[in-house]
């Protein structure tokens, strides 16, 4: 059975967004928007699967619709809202997470990764985060998830969570969603450590360029960026991580080919790379960063488009819930 083609993807309202998340998703999400019709959402339910201090919460998800529209998601073409404005998210979790074997959820990476030593003291909502994404990508019967590298396990199993509940209903009712992350920005490494990911959860401000940073900011943090004692620049992920990443984001920023990219600097010296990069990036992000202030000085306006956006959410899943449910025996 074929289904309809359409986008979904989220992003968490945890503090700033960062190039990871520009370079790793939004990106493709802007340009994917032409393609089908897409549905981006601020995933505050995923968020606080931590804690996070509430009053903080809500104002972070206005300015992550600032950033996303910032970056050049149209809103009069794809849907931006915030995920726990739209019931269908809790209400698919829990009928998926009744298809879902522990021995599946026991696999995922991020989990063990967050939860650390201290796994009894870890909530249910960390454990059931997987969960609740295939729901967010479900409800909606999305065909395409525009991801970094390290979703990717995570829609796996909402492939398979798809195709258990398809079982166990008897007919092809969701869509096996598939996953798209990019070749070359699928991992933006930390400026600091060449072998660990850019993440809005690393202390050291240092480690990550902030798409509100202004040019200074970026210009420091680039000067700053850990190097190594090799002649050149050249990329190799395994002797060279910082290298490799820092041609990585250039060939990102400048949409051109690695290759390209690492012939041009392969006889420069890290200070004149990271000063190239720094102005690049900075052409780049600035425009970004100046409209998403010029979007925060009308926080109204913001609301009344996360309203919009709710509700156009709301009314693309309401006949997916019904078949679900239908499907399920509830009483609809
Ligand atoms: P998050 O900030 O964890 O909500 O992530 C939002 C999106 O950005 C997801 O698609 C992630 O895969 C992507 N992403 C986050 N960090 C990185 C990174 N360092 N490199 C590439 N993509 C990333
Ligand atoms: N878990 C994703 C992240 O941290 C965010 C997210 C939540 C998401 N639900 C989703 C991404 C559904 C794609 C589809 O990056």
């Keep these: ?15 700033n967004l960062h190039l990871g998340n520009y370079l790793g998703a ?21 968020a606080i699967t931590v804690p996070q201090n509430a009053a903080e919460l809500a104002a972070c998800s206005r300015q992550t619709a600032a950033a996303l529209i910032a970056c050049g998601i149209d809103v009069s073409k794809s849907i931006i ?11 698919l979790a829990w009928i998926l997470g009744c298809h879902t074997p522990l021995g599946w959820l026991n696999r995922m990476t991020q989990f063990k990764e967050k939860a650390g030593k201290q796994k ?14 295939a729901a ?11 991801v970094g590298e390290d979703q990717k396990q995570h829609l796996e199993l909402a492939r398979d969570i798809a195709g258990a509940f398809n ?17 070359t920005a699928a991992r933006i490494m930390s400026l600091r450590d060449g072998t660990k990911k850019m993440s809005k959860s690393d202390a050291s401000d240092y480690s990550r360029i902030n798409l509100t940073d202004d040019a200074d900011a970026i210009a420091a943090k680039f000067k700053k960026a850990k190097s190594d004692m090799v002649e050149g620049i050249s990329y190799d992920e395994e002797s060279r991580p910082e290298a490799s990443n820092l041609l990585q984001i250039y060939a990102a920023l400048a949409d051109e080919p690695l290759a ?24 780049k992000l600035s425009p970004i960063s100046a409209r998403m202030r010029e979007l925060l ?34 009483f609809v």
């Design 120 to 133: 009894d003291m870890a909530s249910l909502g960390l454990y059931g985060y997987p969960v609740l994404m």
């Design 297 to 330: 000085v009308d926080p109204d306006e913001l609301d009344r488009l996360l309203a919009s956006g709710r509700d156009r959410a709301a009314a693309i899943a309401a006949p997916v819930m019904r078949e679900i449910k239908q499907a399920t025996g509830f």
């Design 81 to 91: 809202f915030v995920q726990s404005s739209v019931s269908a998210h809790a209400e």
């Design 260 to 283: 390209k990219v690492s012939d041009a600097f392969a006889s420069s010296n890290f200070s004149s790379f990271k000063s190239a990069l720094a102005d690049l990036a900075v052409a």
């Design 26 to 46: 939004i990106k493709q999400w802007v340009r994917m928007q032409h393609d089908m019709p897409s549905i981006y959402g601020i995933m505050d339910m995923h």
């Design 1 to 15: 059975m074929s289904f309809t083609p359409r986008v979904f993807s989220g992003v968490q309202p945890t503090g």
């Design 136 to 146: 967010d990508v479900l409800a909606y019967k999305a065909t395409h998830v525009p």
């Design 167 to 183: 079982r166990a209903a008897g007919a092809e009712i969701l869509p096996l969603p598939e996953p798209m992350i990019l070749p």
